[in-house]
């Protein structure tokens, strides 16, 4: 004898079909745990079968199930089968998205409900989250997961499963957890040197990171310059193109988020290479008259002046300022001509030595 039933789990409002197979025939009768079904659920199929049906199952339909048989060669027999009733497993109003602020503890809810028992489980990347003491998570009596001292890696998907007790009958809900983070904001230099001219370009870098993504924005000694100022997709890189002794001071790169703001500023230091202009290239003059000659320099740092003896090869004056008059008298003809002086300006960066005569 067998009994056949299409599933053992059977949830609340389904119907249960019982199938009794006796293998030859006789009289077959049902009992439910000792006590005898009532007959209007009882249907004999054939000779040597009969189908017991519950149309809408219950929680009290849950139970052993005896198929009894006395069969017409005077043999009795019998065979049993136990099934299952459930209700759920559901999970309720649970929230399946969350977010927690780094460093914090994160408590994400799992409201479960079911019949007759449920058992809850919690997974990350499809392996089961161990709960102990000293865990970084652990499941807490009311079945909640509990993050301590939350880190960006903990951002994830994270599955609560609900199984009916002792049962293969389970649920999964996915839950969804962002760790949010306030902006930091680090510059890869605190100072920047640059020549200036119009063939240079540079370029200042602000590493920015946060959670959600920071909104960049820059402050800077002139007002932004489409044509010269340009920058990456999320702003975190500024390129100066064409650099000015404008260009420089202090540049403020801000890094903003729904939590929080974070800043860090850079130096641009901007350097002109030295110019000399002088008020004449070469003068003529008699024995004993005195000649001047004018010296405009520029640059940044302010460069240093020289004077030179063009044959002696020393240093006759040396200035600072970006104008400085030389004035000389000549005591030794040389064919009515005489080399004044050649003149040196220089900074941090070049020297130019210009001849006058």
């Known amino acids: 004898m067998t009994i056949v039933t299409t599933k053992q789990d059977v949830q609340v409002g389904e119907q249960i079909l019982l199938l009794c197979k006796a293998g030859a025939e006789g009289e077959i009768t049902w009992t439910k745990d000792g006590v005898d079904i009532d007959e209007e659920n009882v249907k004999k199929f054939d000779e040597t079968s009969s189908k017991m049906i519950i149309n809408k199952a219950t929680m009290q339909d849950a139970g052993r199930y005896t198929c009894h048989c006395e069969f017409d060669s005077g043999h009795i027999d019998k065979t049993e089968k136990q099934l299952y009733v459930y209700e759920g497993p559901s999970f309720g109003q649970t929230t399946t998205y969350h977010e927690f602020l780094k460093d914090t503890d994160g408590v994400v809810p799992c409201l479960v409900t079911g019949q007759p028992a449920v058992d809850v489980q919690w997974f990350r990347d499809n392996k089961e989250i161990p709960s102990h003491e000293w865990s970084h998570m652990r499941q807490l009596s009311d079945n909640s997961l509990l993050i301590k001292n939350v880190k960006r890696e903990d951002a994830g998907t994270y599955v609560c499963r609900a199984q009916i007790r002792g049962r293969p009958v389970f649920q999964n809900l996915s839950i969804s957890v962002v760790v949010n983070a306030p902006p930091t904001t680090r510059l890869r230099e605190e100072q920047k040197k640059v020549l200036a001219g119009p063939e240079s370009n540079v370029t200042l870098l602000c590493l920015v990171d946060g959670h959600p993504q920071p909104n960049i924005n820059w ?139």
């Not at 310059?225 to 193109?241: E, G, V, Y």
């Open 219 to 357: 402050t800077m000694p002139n007002s932004i310059d489409p044509s010269r100022h340009h920058f990456n997709s999320d702003r975190s890189q500024l390129t100066i193109r064409s650099v000015t002794r404008a260009d420089y001071g202090e540049y403020v790169c801000t890094a903003t988020n729904k939590i929080a703001e974070s800043s860090a500023t850079i130096m641009l230091h901007v350097f002109e290479a030295p110019e000399v202009f002088v008020s004449a290239e070469q003068q003529s003059v008699s024995v004993g008259e005195r000649v001047s000659v004018s010296c405009k320099v520029s640059g940044h740092p302010q460069p240093e002046l020289h004077w030179l003896n063009k044959h002696k090869g020393r240093t006759v004056v040396r200035v600072y300022g970006h104008i400085h008059t030389h004035i000389c008298s000549f005591d030794h003809p040389q064919n009515n001509m005489t080399p004044v002086n050649s003149m040196l300006p220089s900074n941090f960066y070049h020297s130019y030595a210009i001849p006058a005569t």
